[in-house]
């Protein structure tokens, strides 16, 4: 069984505005498509979410278990999804690519994020490239990039028992 994230986040639509056709609109489907994928999550776990009504929704026993488990569920896929490479190579160099249609809410932190990790890899002497495929929430975003960012840091500086010497075509690092 495979709980794909699309499927994950319309359910969880589904389950929050207690109706199909107000989820559809959230996640950019048709309501026919957000029955369906409800459908074949219900099919795929044996368990029933809905109860349909004539007017809406309403989340089962089951339904409720799902849904924290759910949000959680994005929330680690939404993080995981900030890609991030190092290269401690003395040739500082940037590449930062966020979503291009991030809402903004006051002072813009993805611009800001841009420059300190300019002047990061820059005064690091790193090649850093970091990569963010989506997401909505730009705090989040951010959030993931840092955290990314520190985990690769933290692997690039790690010594691993395989390498004998310095790992480097320049002999040094």
Known sequence: MEL??????????SAQ?????KAAKLVNLT???????IRKLEGEL??????????????????KALLNYAIRLL?????????????LSKRPFLVYRLPSEIPKTGESFSTL????????????GMNLHIDVGYGENEHH????????VGRALDIATSLDDRIIGVHSTKGSL
């Open 113 to 124: 994020g841009k420059e300190f990790f300019r002047a990061f890899a820059t005064r690091g």
């Open 31 to 37: 309501q026919s498509a957000v029955s369906l994928q």
């Open 75 to 87: 929330q680690l896929h939404d993080e995981a999804i900030a890609s991030v490479a190092v290269d």
């Open 141 to 148: 975003i951010i959030e993931a990039v840092f955290k990314a």
């Open 4 to 13: 794909r994230p699309d499927v994950l986040r319309t359910y969880v639509a």
């Open 46 to 63: 044996g368990k029933t979410l809905f109860k349909r009504m004539s007017r809406g929704v309403e989340l089962t026993h089951d339904g």
């Open 17 to 21: 505005s207690l109706n199909f056709t």
